[in-house]
């Protein structure tokens, strides 16, 4: 039993890990500080744990796809990212794909 | 005894930081403060719950480095396997042939315990532990510092023009006639005769010779001319290596056809002339064989009954010839044949 539950875990984690970057990407339109993105995240529904987060928003900033910025106006320095030009573009890209599969997946789930 | 707030969340910091890249520290430390001073305003929880939801520092930093739990990743694990293999068979393969070596100058070692010990057993190991060690770290560091190399690898055929072509299904050649395939097995005992052969002439030419003398004793009468060594081994050597090359080509096309005949056929008539020059042109034989031999084992040969009474270097050379030439040339027919009747 138990190992049927850690195989789906996996299978679970495999699945969302997928989505992860388009998930990311769909809310730096505008800029927004790591935690505002974990929020927003989570009130859609979409829950990403905050030590997979912060490495991932690094690498697409080192990808290219975002930009990063430091704002020491506040209370505190906060870290802003937004999405770049290539990211725009990567995004868009990326959301015709997935409604692609996302149509197809719904075919082929329908047949049973 | 309970830890500070700001203590326990600069030890959580610390144990991260520590373990990214030294030029990255300092803005993760920042990021990381950030978050955790987020997480405490708008959740209310306490640094325990936060840090716990946050979860071994030890991850947190994996994920930053972009590090993984593996060794050598699916970037280079074919080329690791591949490079494993070729090391792993070309290091049995000299242990193979340094133990023969061995056997055959001292066959003395083959009543000892250490010989089986030590040579064979405990020095192979080491070789082939050693290098499989070796050959993981190299590969690990590959995978470490992300260095991006292109191994080419040349399995097969890489070398000719087609190849730099791109791969279409177009370019899949037929399947061959079952009488048309040459047996990779043929091939490699080939192969590894002709090694062997190449490998003695080479180090111990003195061994084809070899006589038991009787009393325990080995004695070396050659019947080759060894003062002209120097322009005999050169000869054979090119020799060896032409064979060679067509018993390669054969293993790598697997199948009669005409690159395979053009190379039986260049291959054989070099061989033939090569023979030739060895056996007619040079002085191939010890001029002094049969006088040395019988001062080497005390003995007189003047019967008719001795079979040495019979030698002579021209009958030899037109025998063993003949023997070459026939050979030689049967081998270029069944390939002609094979080639024009099954290949394509």
């Known amino acids: 039993m138990s190992e049927k539950k850690e195989i789906m875990e996996n299978l679970l984690l495999e699945l969302r890990r997928g989505t992860l970057i388009l998930s990311v990407l769909s809310q730096l339109q505008t800029p927004k500080y790591g935690y505002a993105l974990v929020q927003s995240l989570e009130e859609k529904g979409v829950a ?65 | 005894m309970t830890m500070e707030k700001n203590e326990m969340m600069e030890r959580y910091i610390y144990e991260v930081v520590r373990r990214v890249p030294k030029k990255q520290r300092e803005e993760i430390r920042l990021e990381l403060e950030e978050l955790i001073s987020d997480m405490m305003e708008q959740k209310g929880a306490g640094m325990e719950e936060i840090l716990t939801k946050l979860g071994d520092p030890r991850e947190f930093a ?24 070729v090391f792993l068979i070309s290091t049995l393969a000299f242990h193979l042939v340094s133990i023969i070596f061995q056997a055959v100058f001292s066959p003395g070692l083959l009543l000892q315990v250490s010989f089986y010990v030590e040579t064979v057993f405990i020095n192979t190991l080491i070789s082939l532990t050693g290098g499989f060690g070796l050959l993981t770290l190299m590969f690990a560091l590959f995978e470490r510092y992300n260095v991006r190399v292109q191994i080419k690898i040349t399995k097969e055929k890489d070398w000719s023009v087609e190849k730099l072509k791109a791969w279409t299904p177009a370019k899949l050649p037929p399947v061959p006639d079952e009488k048309a395939r040459i047996h990779r097995g043929d091939c490699i005992v080939g192969i590894v005769f002709t090694l062997l052969f190449g490998l003695l002439l080479i180090f111990a030419p003195e061994w084809f010779v070899s006589i038991n003398a009787g ?112 050979i030689t040339l049967a081998e270029i027919c069944v390939t002609v044949y094979k080639t024009c009747r099954y290949g394509d």
């Open chain 1, 48 to 112: 990403i744990e905050t030590n997979t987060l912060y490495p991932l928003l690094r690498r697409l900033e080192k990808q290219g796809l975002l930009i990063s910025e430091w704002e020491t106006g506040g209370a505190k320095p906060r870290k802003y990212y937004r999405r770049t030009e290539a990211g725009n573009e990567v995004y868009e890209n990326l959301k015709e794909q997935w409604k692609s599969i996302s149509e197809n997946m719904e075919k082929l789930l329908e047949e049973n």
């Open chain 2, 62 to 85: 994996q994920k930053y480095s972009g590090r993984h739990n593996y060794l050598i990743g699916p970037e280079y694990y074919g080329d690791y396997c591949w490079m494993m293999k």
């Open chain 2, 215 to 326: 009393n325990k004793s080995w004695k070396f009468v050659s019947p080759f001319n060894h003062g002209a060594w120097n322009v005999i081994l050169p000869v054979l050597v090119i020799d060896v290596a032409i064979e060679l090359m067509n018993e390669i080509i054969k293993l790598m096309t697997g199948r009669y056809c005409q690159k395979v005949m053009i190379s039986q056929i260049l291959s054989g008539i070099t061989e033939i002339i090569l023979s030739v020059l060895l056996l007619k042109v040079l002085p191939f034989w010890n001029p002094n064989f049969v006088r040395e031999l019988e001062e080497a084992f005390e003995l007189k040969i003047t019967s008719r009954t001795d079979l040495l009474f019979y030698w002579n270097d021209g009958l030899v050379s037109n025998i063993l010839l003949t023997g070459i030439v026939l």
